[in-house]
C-alpha cells in the first residue's frame, strides 16, 4: 500500500524545526486564538479513538507559530497512544518552550466517550 502525501508529511514532521516558528513584529501584547476541532489520539488502554477540539490563546513575545505547523503537529496525535491529560500537556509544554510566549493557555475539549466528557485547561498565568 502506497503511503499518502499528507501521511508522509505528518510521519516526517518535526515541531522542532525554526521553520516552523516566525519572528513577531509587534511589540503590543495581543492575543492570538486558535481552534482546532479536529484533534484525535487513540486511548493508551483500548486504542479506541479519543477526539477532541484543542483551543490555544497566547501573547507572543517574541515568536509566533506557522499555522500550517500547528495543524501537522497536531494531526501527528492521530496514530499515538496517548491518554487526554498527557496530550493536552505535551502540546502545552511544546508550545512553551518553543514560543516562550508572554502567556499561553491550552484547553483540551475532549469529546464524550463512555458517558464521559474530559475538558483540561492549562494556563500559563496559573502555574
Not at 499518502?4 to 513577531?24: M, R, S, T
Not at 476541532?37 to 517574541?62: H, L, V, W
Not at 518552550?97 to 475538558?119: C, Q
Amino acid at each position: 500500500m502506497e503511503i499518502k502525501y499528507g501521511e508522509k508529511e505528518i510521519l516526517e514532521f518535526d515541531i522542532n524545526k525554526d521553520e516552523n516558528f516566525w519572528p513577531n513584529e509587534h511589540d503590543k501584547n495581543y492575543i492570538i486564538d486558535i481552534e482546532l476541532p479536529e484533534f484525535m489520539a487513540k486511548c493508551p488502554r483500548s486504542g479506541y479513538p479519543d477526539f477532541a477540539t484543542i483551543k490555544i490563546q497566547y501573547t507572543p513575545n517574541k515568536k509566533v507559530i506557522e499555522l500550517k505547523a500547528l495543524k501537522i503537529y497536531i494531526n501527528s496525535f492521530m496514530n499515538r497512544y496517548i491518554s487526554h491529560e498527557n496530550s493536552a500537556n505535551e502540546i502545552f509544554d511544546t508550545l512553551n518552550s518553543k514560543l516562550e510566549p508572554k502567556w499561553l493557555k491550552v484547553i483540551a475539549d475532549f469529546k464524550p466517550r463512555g458517558n464521559v466528557h474530559t475538558v483540561i485547561e492549562i494556563d500559563s498565568s496559573k502555574l
